[in-house]
């Protein structure tokens, strides 16, 4: 007798994985199931990644299909409980991770803003940073240069963002950016708090460490932005066309989105973003003419045909430069700042298609575009649809 509760758990167990089975055995005879890594018998790869699929893409058709085609079904992101409730409670920068009203508001205006980037609006702005590079450069012989170009890529996106501007790198304002949107990161990541991994510890009521920690950090984020962008609409860059300024106004059918600033500014500042990829294309740059030197001579002699010795290149001299074009291109193909794409979730079943095959994906799965082997089409260690399942 004492053995059949032990027999009817077994029984239970396995009717519970047979059913798993099943039910994935259906969901796959929909459409082929993408190669993965092999995982354990029934059980998959359970232990190996999170309990939704995950869906790596490594070819740039697919990437395109996928991401821009069918973005309407691959545009949302994962939640992280913790960015979710605690240190994100007014939903601000989770906005731009679902498809509500002020999803579509915020890319409407993030769209506009860039446009105006690539009409070129920036380009003064972008052309006195760089020259003051140079003298930076000239000043001490290139012996601190990575803080240089550090801070060149960073001041370049806060001058254009509110007004202001770092000409040395250690402004205030400017480590304030940089530790505010490191610990962002730090919190919204899916190992930034324990109960990302366990939800049902946030049932425990008072201060727990990680309320306390999201706390303090809204109150420092808070503090920086309305310091930042009262600089940028009233302050001293008051008459600039800054990026704040233009989220502030009111005059407009959106009306003053000046609350999300810091999210447009987090996304342009934080590791892996808009500030560090710029940064570290170029110090990938340095390493290329390290290790490749022989090119060099080649560009420097069409920058002295194009541009003459008299004056520095200008966003005018590009067409004419294509040597030095496929140079930046190579730089940013041979070794991308960003290894691997930030994670998406589909918000419905779909199917795709890979030279001539069916590949189902199912509604909630991550899907993340890696980066690497995209620009290389290189799918060595990496199918172009790989499944954690």
């Not at 059949?4 to 519970?16: E, H, K, M, R, Y």
């Not at 446009?115 to 001490?140: I, W």
């Not at 999210?263 to 290329?288: D, K």
């Amino acid at each position: 007798m004492d053995g059949l509760p032990l027999q009817a758990f077994t029984v239970a167990v396995i009717a519970l994985l047979g059913g798993f089975y099943l039910l994935r055995s259906r969901t796959a005879s929909r459409a082929r199931r993408p190669p993965g890594p092999l995982g354990l018998p029934l059980l998959g790869n359970v232990l190996q990644a999170p309990a939704k699929p995950v869906f790596l893409i490594g070819d740039i058709r697919l990437a395109k299909e996928i991401l821009e085609k069918r973005s309407t079904k691959f545009s949302s992101r994962p939640t992280i409980p913790y960015l979710h409730y605690h240190v994100d409670p007014a939903q601000v920068y989770w906005a731009f991770n679902k498809q509500n009203e002020t999803y579509f508001i915020g890319r409407k205006l993030t769209t506009g803003l860039m446009a105006a980037v690539r009409a070129g609006e920036t380009e003064p702005l972008q052309q006195f940073e760089a020259l003051l590079n140079v003298n930076h450069l000239l000043d001490d012989g290139g012996k601190d240069w990575y803080h240089h170009i550090d801070r060149v890529s960073a001041s370049m996106v806060l001058a254009a963002g509110f007004g202001l501007h770092c000409p040395t790198g250690q402004e205030p304002d400017l480590k304030e950016v940089i530790a505010c949107t490191a610990e962002f990161v730090t919190l919204s990541s899916p190992s930034g708090s324990i109960m990302n991994v366990l939800p049902f510890l946030d049932m425990i009521p008072g201060p727990m460490p990680w309320r306390k920690r999201a706390q303090t950090y809204r109150k420092r984020e808070d503090a920086l932005y309305d310091r930042l962008i009262t600089r940028a609409v009233s302050g001293d860059a008051s008459g600039m066309n800054t990026w704040a300024a233009a989220l502030a106004r009111e005059d407009k059918p959106e009306g003053d989105q000046r609350r999300l600033m810091n999210v447009f500014t987090t996304y342009l500042c934080r590791p892996r973003s808009r500030m560090h990829v710029t940064a570290g294309a170029m110090h990938t740059f340095i390493l290329a003419c390290i290790l490749y030197p022989e090119w060099i001579p080649h560009a420097q002699r069409e920058i002295d045909a194009v541009v003459g010795q008299d004056r520095l290149p200008s966003f005018k001299d590009r067409p004419h430069l294509p040597f030095v074009e496929a140079i930046v291109r190579e730089t940013l193909r041979w070794r991308p700042a960003v290894r691997i794409g930030g994670p998406r979730q589909s918000i419905a079943d779909d199917v795709v298609e890979y030279e001539g095959r069916e590949y189902f994906i199912p509604e909630g799965s991550i899907i993340i575009a890696v980066t690497w082997p995209v620009l290389s089409s290189c799918h060595v260690l990496l199918h172009p649809l790989t499944l954690f399942m």
